[in-house]
């Protein structure tokens, strides 16, 4: 797993654990995260012991991340925290904290954020409302 994989797959367990708990619709993006990025059975039991313990943005070392990654990673951690259908004001403010952290600047960051809060709101309702098969 190269650097930026590992940062990026540590940031979003860091936004899952906002609430001060990893709940199942979480775990499950944790899952897919692995096996997005490919991670070999080894790399992936490393993150799940690593998910395992409450995780802040301040366990991180987000430095040396291109500005594409941090972009996806600020757009990806708001899909994490609208998981569950809600994004609540402590999860808003980690958001926020973490489009800092990435040197994104506020504007910009607060831009995205609303952007992809839109956009991930669309998708959970679209997916309540799809028939179960």
Request: net charge negative; no cysteine; hydrophobic share 45%.
């Amino acid at each position: 797993m190269d650097a930026t994989t590992e940062k990026t797959i540590q940031a979003l367990i860091a936004v899952a654990w906002a609430d001060g708990r990893v709940g199942d619709d979480e775990k499950e993006v944790i899952e897919t995260l692995l096996d997005a990025y490919g991670l070999s059975a080894e790399e992936a039991e490393k993150i799940r012991a690593w998910a395992a313990t409450r995780r802040t943005l301040e366990n991180l070392d987000l430095a040396g991340l291109e500005e594409v990654d941090r972009i996806l990673l600020l757009q990806q951690a708001v899909f994490v925290t609208y998981i569950d259908g809600v994004q609540t004001d402590k999860e808003l403010a980690l958001l926020n904290e973490l489009g800092s952290k990435l040197g994104l600047g506020q504007s910009r960051a607060s831009e995205l954020i609303q952007a992809t809060t839109a956009r991930a709101k669309a998708r959970y309702e679209e997916e309540k409302s799809a028939p179960v098969s």
